[in-house]
């Protein structure tokens, strides 16, 4: 997909499906290399990051199978702990793998791993967990190199609630000997799965989705069958869209405790946003929505930074003026310079001392005009402005959204817009 062509300024109407999460898959993928048994899973989406995260587990030897959304695990013959492939740079989540790598050979060697365009998004909680663990590692020819002759539990304190550190960290001790405590540790959702599908397994992990998670390191683990979470990052994004463009649209899969202050800030701004008891919720906007005096990205159950450019595309329509601070990431605001070709009013202020704040004053309508992405999440802000534009959008560099969307443009289309693919 090169680009996406859209003629915004119509509302939408009709139902949306979430799929399966990206972020959750991820972590579970790498969970699957902590048994010689098949775990098959299902709800799988369609997306690139899958697609190269497979690609890289399949230079270890690891077989994987579709059909459909399932997706079956076989790491019966894996026989490399070299996680040096190519696609190592395109995901940031290739650096899921040490832990369990590690815990599967007591030793592995990985290139650094790359990732979104957000920030310089060092790995060094990861290694310094793993060093805590017994781990000894060093940094030779752009890769890390790590071996220990016996993975202990231990007490980790995270210096801050990194996601991938909390999720290769239970990864690791999930077969290291004796207890693993983590302090300061993650609490998202993709967390509680990647919990959930270790214990199916036969682990003995708890606490995840709180600050604090006990693992009881297991000498080995059988397959399973697990269907993932619905994707809260997608939900939220269908969510928002509904809010740019007006309309009535039905999110199906949404599970609304993923996204609670989400839909408190959607309802805040002045949109319907009825949560229904099959795990759905309709958002419906009739009149022009208001502006949020100051939002902040936060660890979850804080305003989650990968819903942070879409809110951002939603409230340059919205009455009034809006501050966003991004608390995650250091240049998370690129999504900000096409919304202004678009006609946004937005100012970007961002160093490390005083922070990273984009001020948005509402403005009666946005032109479509051709504008360019940069990344997953900056794509998927700019569909939304140009589904609300008057006018042809045309967004350039559209491949990144295929890395967490399976067909944003079907989605769309399903709902009534103009939107195509080029
Ligand atoms: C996960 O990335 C998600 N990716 C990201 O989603 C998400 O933005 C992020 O969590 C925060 O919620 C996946 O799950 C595959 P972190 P991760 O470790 O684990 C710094 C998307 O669009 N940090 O919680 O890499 C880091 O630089 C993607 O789906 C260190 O300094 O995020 C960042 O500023 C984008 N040292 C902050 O912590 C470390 O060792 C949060 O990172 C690790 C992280």
Redesign the pocket.
């Given at each position: 997909m090169n680009a996406i062509n859209i003629n915004g300024g119509t509302p939408l109407y009709g139902e949306m499906i979430v799929g399966g999460s990206?972020?959750a898959i991820?972590p579970i993928l790498a969970a699957c290399i902590l048994t010689d048994e098949k775990v098959t899973v299902t709800n799988v989406p369609k997306i690139t990051d899958v697609d190269d995260m497979l690609y890289i587990m399949r230079d270890l030897g690891v077989k994987a199978t579709s059909s459909g959304h399932s997706l079956t695990i076989d790491c019966s013959n894996i026989c490399n702990y070299r996680i040096s492939n190519q696609h190592v740079g395109k995901i940031?989540?290739s650096v899921i793998l040490l832990g369990a790598v590690i815990a599967r050979f007591s030793c592995a060697i990985m290139a650094h791993p790359g990732?979104?365009d957000?920030?310089?998004?060092?790995?060094?909680?990861?290694l310094d967990a793993f060093r805590q663990m017994g781990v000894e590692i060093r940094y030779e020819n752009d890769c890390w190199l790590c071996n220990t002759n016996k993975l202990k539990g231990t007490s980790i304190a995270l210096p801050?609630p990194?996601?991938?550190?909390t999720e290769n960290i239970i990864l690791a001790a999930a077969m290291a000997n004796g207890e693993t405590i983590i302090t300061n540790a993650?609490r998202?959702p993709?967390i509680v799965a990647l919990q959930d599908i270790i214990n199916l397994m036969g682990g003995d992990v708890k606490g995840a989705g709180t600050s604090t998670i006990r693992i009881i390191g297991k000498k080995r683990y059988h397959g399973c069958e697990y269907t993932l979470i619905p994707d809260r990052?997608v939900a939220g994004t269908y969510m928002l869209a509904a809010c740019a463009t007006g309309g009535d649209v039905l999110i199906k899969n949404a599970v609304p405790s993923h996204n609670a202050l989400l839909i408190d800030h959607i309802k805040r701004m002045g949109a319907d946003c009825n949560v229904l008891s099959d795990n759905s919720v309709r958002v419906h906007k009739s009149k022009r929505l208001c502006a949020i005096d100051y939002v902040n990205t936060l660890?979850f159950p804080g305003f989650?930074?990968?819903l942070q450019p879409q809110l951002m595309s939603v409230l340059c329509l919205a009455n009034g003026r809006s501050v966003i601070r991004e608390s995650?990431?250091e240049s998370r605001f690129k999504a900000a310079q096409s919304l202004c070709s678009l006609g946004a009013d937005i100012k970007v202020t961002s160093n490390d001392t005083d922070g990273h704040y984009a001020v948005i004053n509402g403005v009666n309508d946005l032109k479509g005009a051709e504008i360019f992405g940069t990344d997953?999440?900056c794509n998927a802000a700019l569909v939304i402005a140009g589904l609300a534009a008057h006018g042809n959008t045309r967004i350039n560099n559209a491949h990144f959204i295929s890395r967490?969307y399976e067909d944003i443009v079907g989605a769309f289309l399903n709902v009534g817009a103009d939107i195509s693919e080029c």
């Amino acid at each position: 997909m090169n680009a996406i062509n859209i003629n915004g300024g119509t509302p939408l109407y009709g139902e949306m499906i979430v799929g399966g999460s990206k972020n959750a898959i991820l972590p579970i993928l790498a969970a699957c290399i902590l048994t010689d048994e098949k775990v098959t899973v299902t709800n799988v989406p369609k997306i690139t990051d899958v697609d190269d995260m497979l690609y890289i587990m399949r230079d270890l030897g690891v077989k994987a199978t579709s059909s459909g959304h399932s997706l079956t695990i076989d790491c019966s013959n894996i026989c490399n702990y070299r996680i040096s492939n190519q696609h190592v740079g395109k995901i940031r989540s290739s650096v899921i793998l040490l832990g369990a790598v590690i815990a599967r050979f007591s030793c592995a060697i990985m290139a650094h791993p790359g990732g979104c365009d957000i920030g310089a998004r060092p790995i060094d909680m990861h290694l310094d967990a793993f060093r805590q663990m017994g781990v000894e590692i060093r940094y030779e020819n752009d890769c890390w190199l790590c071996n220990t002759n016996k993975l202990k539990g231990t007490s980790i304190a995270l210096p801050f609630p990194s996601v991938g550190a909390t999720e290769n960290i239970i990864l690791a001790a999930a077969m290291a000997n004796g207890e693993t405590i983590i302090t300061n540790a993650a609490r998202e959702p993709e967390i509680v799965a990647l919990q959930d599908i270790i214990n199916l397994m036969g682990g003995d992990v708890k606490g995840a989705g709180t600050s604090t998670i006990r693992i009881i390191g297991k000498k080995r683990y059988h397959g399973c069958e697990y269907t993932l979470i619905p994707d809260r990052i997608v939900a939220g994004t269908y969510m928002l869209a509904a809010c740019a463009t007006g309309g009535d649209v039905l999110i199906k899969n949404a599970v609304p405790s993923h996204n609670a202050l989400l839909i408190d800030h959607i309802k805040r701004m002045g949109a319907d946003c009825n949560v229904l008891s099959d795990n759905s919720v309709r958002v419906h906007k009739s009149k022009r929505l208001c502006a949020i005096d100051y939002v902040n990205t936060l660890p979850f159950p804080g305003f989650p930074t990968d819903l942070q450019p879409q809110l951002m595309s939603v409230l340059c329509l919205a009455n009034g003026r809006s501050v966003i601070r991004e608390s995650i990431y250091e240049s998370r605001f690129k999504a900000a310079q096409s919304l202004c070709s678009l006609g946004a009013d937005i100012k970007v202020t961002s160093n490390d001392t005083d922070g990273h704040y984009a001020v948005i004053n509402g403005v009666n309508d946005l032109k479509g005009a051709e504008i360019f992405g940069t990344d997953l999440r900056c794509n998927a802000a700019l569909v939304i402005a140009g589904l609300a534009a008057h006018g042809n959008t045309r967004i350039n560099n559209a491949h990144f959204i295929s890395r967490g969307y399976e067909d944003i443009v079907g989605a769309f289309l399903n709902v009534g817009a103009d939107i195509s693919e080029c």
